[in-house]
């Protein structure tokens, strides 16, 4: 008798449990509370278990059913086996055989125009590939072209057949982003296996300073204003849409801090000045930019030695960019500007590293007359340059 009894406490205990476990849920949350409950059937004695199924909602879920289709998959070919003679080993197979996957990373579709449609992406996740594949969410995959692709931004475009596409993401105002509000990333973290993952948080920053190095060698060349955000951005998430609770397209992420002490920290290019590339690099295959024609040092590099000997530099100059190399009939050779002159100001703006003279050149446009002051020989000088503009990746 006294066994009969526990049996039946046990089973009132165990389906009170997970009906507690419904009742956690925020009721504000927008989740359907309608429970189905099924009668198990079960031997005499046994203890009977009820099943409870939820149907859950919420303003997240909403998101992401707005986004997800629209989300793909990048895969980067490249050809594997050339040796230095440019023949391949076992050069019987075909140029398909050749290719081999060699990176993965996220996209989304946010155009289509006719039999074309367009999907951004980041320009790393497609460096150096020799075929691109896209793969959508339900597991088919199609080829892919580079339309355009910035180095400077890490954006780039794509262009695949439409026929494949069944949805498309829509661009938001991360400008009026609130410091709090949720944001959602969707993408393929570790690659395609685990495509199309959702991990939420919150804006956590807007308007943060994160400083690049776009030839990765050591030295940090660009700085990217970025969204922060604590939503899980891991390696293959890359290029894909960071969304809000609307599921527009308020962000593409591109990077993490990563560290065994660091947590949740990820940054995404904000959607307002990804558009202006994006829209550059549908139209024109590359992002046009003013240049001055030179490439530089900076400052903080050189030794003291050689700044005595070489420079020349008054003791009182910290900061500043050394011209290493002038190129031909540009804007800086017609201005006059040498090598080794030290630049340290620009347009009115102190210049203290290549950095910061990147930023006030990209902030003229071309046909703009430019001042700047520079050092020659321990001499304070000034010089009008007029911008111009050119496909080669220097200044």
């Known amino acids: 008798m006294k066994s009969k009894l526990y049996k039946m406490m046990l089973a009132l205990s165990l389906s009170g449990a ?6 956690t849920s925020d009721p504000d949350s927008g989740a359907d509370n309608e429970e189905t409950v099924e009668d198990t059937p079960t031997e005499e004695g046994d203890v009977q278990i009820s099943e409870v199924r939820v149907d859950v909602t919420s303003d997240i879920t909403d998101a992401v059913q707005e986004a997800d289709e629209a989300v793909v ?6 050809r594997v086996g050339q040796n230095p003679y440019g023949w391949y080993e076992g050069s019987q197979a075909s140029d398909e055989d050749k290719l081999q996957q060699v990176g993965t990373g996220s996209g989304a579709v946010y155009k289509v125009d006719g039999d074309t ?14 075929a691109i594949e896209v793969l959508f969410k339900d597991g088919s995959r199609v080829e892919a072209s580079i ?12 262009s695949i057949d439409s026929e494949a596409v069944s949805a498309t993401a829509e661009f938001g105002d991360s400008e009026n982003l609130t410091v709090g509000e949720p944001a959602i990333a969707i993408g393929s973290p570790l690659g395609t296996n685990f495509a199309s993952s959702v991990t939420s948080g919150i804006i956590s920053a807007t308007g943060r300073t994160v400083p690049v190095d776009t030839n990765m060698d050591g030295e940090n060349d660009w700085e990217m204003t970025a969204i922060q955000t604590d939503a899980a951005i891991n390696p293959g998430n890359s290029g894909g849409p960071l969304i809000n609770i609307a599921g527009q397209v308020v ?9 065994s002490t660091i947590e949740g920290m990820g940054f995404a290019i904000p959607s307002n000045d990804a558009l202006d590339i994006i829209n550059q690099l549908e139209q024109n295959g590359e992002v046009v930019r003013p240049v001055i024609g030179v490439a530089m040092v900076d400052l903080s590099l050189v030794s003291p030695q050689q700044q005595d000997a070489i420079l020349n530099l008054p003791d009182d100059v910290k900061g500043g960019v050394v011209i290493a190399e ?15 002159d030290v630049i340290v100001s620009f347009n009115g703006e102190e210049v203290a590293n290549g950095i910061e003279l990147r930023q006030e050149i990209y902030d003229t446009e071309i046909g703009d007359e430019v001042e700047i ?3 020659r020989d321990g001499e304070l000088q000034t010089a009008t340059l007029t911008m111009r503009s050119t496909a080669e990746q220097t200044l």
């Open 18 to 23: 997970v009906l507690a476990g419904c009742d």
């Open 73 to 78: 998959s990048i895969i980067n070919m490249q």
């Open 117 to 130: 449609a367009y999907v951004f992406t980041n320009n790393h996740v497609v460096d150096g590939s020799d």
């Open 147 to 158: 339309v355009g692709a910035d180095l400077w931004t890490d954006l780039a475009v794509l």
């Open 251 to 259: 962000g593409i992420n591109s990077m993490k801090i990563s560290s």
């Open 326 to 340: 002038v190129q031909p009939d540009s804007s800086a050779a017609e201005a006059g500007l040498e090598t080794n």
């Open 373 to 375: 002051e520079y050092y």
